[in-house]
């Protein structure tokens, strides 16, 4: 977009003077200021959501506090594309900007910002953290420093159509080759009984970082690790890994079609939405849109934790964003208080009945107004207590690079150019330059 080259383009000519600060924020974000009460507190700058009810809602929480506390918040609207709020972020902080108090960032990105953002650790105390999914709370700790707290949570679930298993006296499968089998079975014959376009499986293939989750959880359930483990240790090349892939490209144009090696999300929700797939793996969004009226299989879906290997669990990627504090907030105290707030469990309770954003405090999944207006969350609270996260804390600012040279060893696996050891050993000897033998 020319607006973003222009605004970068103005970073780099004139970054030592904060003057320019401004003009990124003017040409990258709108501003609007939150009254509330007298106008004796702290004001605070707070980055949340790019666009619609994500931001709606996020507005109502900040303003609900500034009216409560007497402090101000002014908001930030940032680009919708997440690598462009990435690097907006990064060039904010990496300058010392005070101009943005509160972050909000994907669950990937604690490790690579880690450095500008204030350890909350003495702000919140055990009993706080607690009542977050552990592994949320835990890919929010950088070198025991804790960056970020847990907002909302997105996992990797299994979708599959419950009418045809029904009809064939499928059980909803359990491991990956029970999902195969039943997979074949009942692709074979819809296809015999007319349906000719049906598939067993979609997934996102893509060589992008969809396809990282995915084979993370391929590999983690099958008991391979995950790429890098939490000391830095590069774990990817071994045999239970090396299985799991030979085992999902054995999938491609037999019971998954050999297009989903360019699908993403919304290309697999489409060949599902169509009542085109048995089974499909994607976030929890997908299920509303694949429940509406003129979606083809509209009742007829239900949804579960994502299959295991021999030697695994069930695994599902963990995605979701969390609130983060700059370090060079000229308002530390109230911004913590702020973050604690949105992200506490009233709050969190607020977002989930009026936009579906799921929580990330556990006990929320027990509650009853919340099971009535949202009866997957109980399905849900099964999927977080296995969840597995990237290795995006431990690798840092790495991270990037190592989701990269990863998707790419696993799309040569499923494309057939390479076979899964040989692919996996490569990629250990990449991820070891990467390291250059240092910890990350």
């Given at each position: 977009?020319?607006?973003?080259?222009?605004?970068?383009n103005?970073?780099?000519?004139?970054?030592?003077?904060?003057?320019?600060?401004?003009?990124?924020?003017?040409?990258?974000a709108?501003?609007?200021?939150?009254?509330?009460?007298?106008a004796?507190?702290?004001?605070?700058?707070?980055?949340c959501?790019a666009?619609?009810?994500?931001?709606?809602?996020?507005?109502?929480?900040?303003?609900?506090?500034?009216?409560?506390t007497?402090?101000?918040v002014?908001?930030?609207?940032?680009?919708?594309?997440?690598?462009?709020?990435?690097?907006?972020?990064?060039?904010?902080?990496?300058?010392?900007?005070?101009?943005?108090?509160?972050f909000?960032i994907?669950?990937?990105?604690?490790?690579?910002?880690?450095?500008?953002?204030?350890?909350?650790?003495?702000?919140?105390?055990?009993?706080?953290?607690a009542?977050?999914?552990?592994?949320?709370v835990?890919n929010?700790?950088?070198?025991?420093?804790?960056?970020?707290?847990?907002?909302?949570?997105?996992v990797?679930?299994?979708?599959?159509?419950?009418?045809?298993?029904?009809?064939?006296?499928?059980?909803?499968?359990?491991?990956w080759?029970?999902?195969?089998?039943?997979?074949?079975?009942?692709?074979?014959?819809?296809?015999?009984?007319?349906?000719?376009?049906?598939?067993?499986?979609?997934?996102?293939?893509?060589?992008?970082?969809?396809?990282?989750?995915?084979?993370?959880?391929?590999?983690?359930?099958?008991?391979?690790?995950?790429?890098v483990?939490r000391?830095?240790?590069?774990?990817?090349?071994?045999?239970?890994?090396?299985?799991?892939?030979?085992?999902?490209?054995?999938?491609?144009?037999?019971?998954?079609?050999?297009?989903?090696?360019?699908?993403?999300?919304?290309?697999?929700?489409?060949?599902?939405?169509?009542?085109?797939?048995?089974?499909?793996?994607?976030w929890?969004?997908?299920?509303?849109?694949?429940?509406?009226?003129?979606s083809?299989v509209?009742?007829?879906?239900?949804?579960?934790?994502?299959?295991?290997?021999?030697?695994?669990?069930?695994?599902?990627?963990?995605?979701g964003?969390?609130?983060?504090?700059?370090?060079?907030?000229?308002?530390?105290?109230?911004?913590?208080?702020?973050v604690?707030?949105?992200?506490?469990?009233?709050?969190?309770?607020?977002?989930?009945?009026?936009?579906?954003?799921?929580?990330?405090?556990?006990?929320?999944?027990?509650?009853?107004?919340?099971?009535?207006?949202?009866p997957?969350?109980?399905?849900?609270?099964?999927?977080?207590?296995?969840?597995v996260?990237?290795?995006?804390?431990?690798?840092?600012?790495r991270?990037?690079?190592?989701?990269?040279?990863?998707?790419?060893?696993?799309?040569?696996?499923?494309?057939?150019?390479?076979?899964?050891?040989?692919s996996?050993?490569?990629?250990?000897?990449?991820?070891?330059?990467?390291s250059?033998?240092?910890?990350?």
């Amino acid at each position: 977009m020319q607006w973003v080259t222009l605004a970068s383009n103005i970073y780099f000519r004139a970054s030592r003077a904060r003057r320019h600060f401004r003009l990124i924020l003017l040409a990258m974000a709108v501003v609007c200021a939150l009254p509330a009460g007298p106008a004796i507190g702290a004001g605070i700058a707070i980055a949340c959501g790019a666009v619609g009810v994500e931001f709606e809602l996020c507005r109502q929480g900040a303003q609900a506090w500034a009216a409560r506390t007497g402090h101000t918040v002014k908001m930030i609207s940032t680009p919708n594309d997440a690598n462009e709020r990435l690097a907006l972020f990064q060039q904010l902080l990496a300058a010392r900007s005070p101009d943005i108090d509160v972050f909000q960032i994907d669950v990937v990105w604690p490790g690579i910002l880690a450095p500008y953002l204030t350890d909350l650790t003495p702000y919140v105390t055990d009993e706080e953290l607690a009542e977050h999914f552990p592994a949320l709370v835990a890919n929010d700790k950088v070198n025991g420093r804790l960056v970020a707290l847990p907002w909302f949570a997105d996992v990797g679930l299994l979708y599959f159509r419950r009418d045809l298993l029904d009809k064939y006296g499928a059980p909803v499968p359990q491991s990956w080759r029970q999902l195969t089998l039943i997979a074949r079975e009942i692709q074979q014959a819809e296809r015999a009984a007319g349906a000719r376009r049906m598939w067993g499986f979609v997934w996102q293939g893509r060589a992008y970082e969809g396809l990282t989750c995915n084979a993370l959880e391929w590999i983690h359930s099958s008991g391979g690790g995950t790429i890098v483990d939490r000391v830095g240790k590069i774990t990817i090349d071994n045999r239970n890994a090396a299985q799991a892939l030979t085992q999902a490209a054995s999938w491609v144009g037999a019971i998954t079609p050999p297009g989903v090696l360019n699908y993403t999300e919304e290309e697999a929700r489409g060949a599902f939405q169509a009542g085109d797939a048995v089974f499909m793996r994607n976030w929890p969004y997908a299920l509303t849109l694949a429940n509406r009226p003129q979606s083809a299989v509209a009742g007829k879906i239900g949804i579960a934790p994502l299959p295991h290997g021999v030697a695994g669990a069930s695994s599902g990627t963990l995605g979701g964003s969390q609130l983060a504090v700059s370090r060079y907030s000229r308002a530390p105290a109230a911004a913590v208080d702020l973050v604690r707030t949105l992200t506490g469990p009233d709050e969190q309770r607020r977002r989930a009945i009026a936009g579906g954003f799921n929580p990330t405090v556990e006990r929320l999944y027990r509650d009853g107004e919340l099971l009535a207006a949202l009866p997957s969350l109980g399905e849900l609270r099964k999927v977080f207590a296995g969840a597995v996260a990237r290795p995006s804390a431990v690798t840092g600012r790495r991270y990037n690079q190592v989701s990269n040279e990863f998707w790419n060893a696993v799309h040569d696996v499923l494309s057939g150019r390479r076979p899964a050891p040989k692919s996996l050993t490569a990629l250990a000897e990449r991820l070891r330059f990467l390291s250059r033998g240092e910890r990350w």
